[in-house]
């Protein structure tokens, strides 16, 4: 907690820190972006004012915990991206995580990695969560590989449940129990694939 309060959670490559007004006009570039919401199902332009109402919300949800993820190793912190727990139950100990790397430059530097470890870490140590969950489309291959990697296990299919980019996709369920995560650390410590 006291790591949380010093202003983020700190990787060797990335810090989560919290969203602020002054990120609106990136994270709405990204939105807008069709490279970078290849694997988002959005139909439709996202104005100023939409993207000003989202992040309002989004910050002041009790049932959220958003971060932006910025680049830790430039010289000068650089946000590349946003990364979430979601519909966070309280009773049930379990939330939904969501990622986007919104510059696709920054895309496989292991950024995307170190973000879920470190919100995954604090969805169990800090939230004290029993499971976190995720939903992925089946051609993701790289946010699929990302997620195995760390744990997370194929939970179920919704076939043909989403129509992205004219074509009918499969979305894919994951999710990381406690002790999945415990079980895929040494695993990573040691460089090996899961
Ligand atoms: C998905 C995403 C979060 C991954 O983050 P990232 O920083 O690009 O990924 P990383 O470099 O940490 O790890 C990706 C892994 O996938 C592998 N990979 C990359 N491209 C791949 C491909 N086409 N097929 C299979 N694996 C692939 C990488 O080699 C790496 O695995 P490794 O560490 O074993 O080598 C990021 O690319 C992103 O935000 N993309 C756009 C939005 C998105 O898809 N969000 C997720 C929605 S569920």
């Known amino acids: ?11 060797t ?7 602020e007004r002054a ?22 332009p996202i104005s100023d004012v939409e993207q000003a109402r989202w992040l309002e919300a989004a910050v002041s949800s009790a049932h959220a915990v958003w971060f932006g993820i910025e680049d830790a190793r430039r010289g000068q912190p650089t946000l590349v991206g946003t990364c979430c727990l979601v519909d966070i139950d309280g009773v049930g100990r379990k939330a939904e995580l969501r990622i986007r790397i919104g510059d696709p430059d920054a895309w496989g530097g292991g950024l995307g990695t170190e973000a879920c470890q470190l919100l995954v870490r604090h969805a169990f140590d ?39 980019d004219g074509a009918w996709r499969d979305t894919v369920l994951l999710g990381l129990l406690r002790e999945d995560a415990v079980r895929a650390a040494p695993a990573r410590a040691r460089g090996r694939r899961a």
């Open 1 to 11: 907690m006291a790591e949380l309060r010093r202003g983020g959670l700190l990787g």
């Open 13 to 19: 490559k990335v810090r989560l820190r919290a969203l």
């Open 23 to 44: 990120d609106l006009e990136q994270l709405r570039a990204w939105v807008n972006d069709p490279e970078v919401m290849r694997f988002s199902n959005t139909l439709r």
């Open 126 to 164: 800090a939230l004290n969560l029993e499971r976190v969950w995720l939903r992925v489309f089946d051609h993701n291959a790289r946010a699929l590989r990302l997620y195995q990697k760390l744990g997370f296990v194929v939970e179920g299919t919704l076939r043909r449940h989403d129509f992205v």
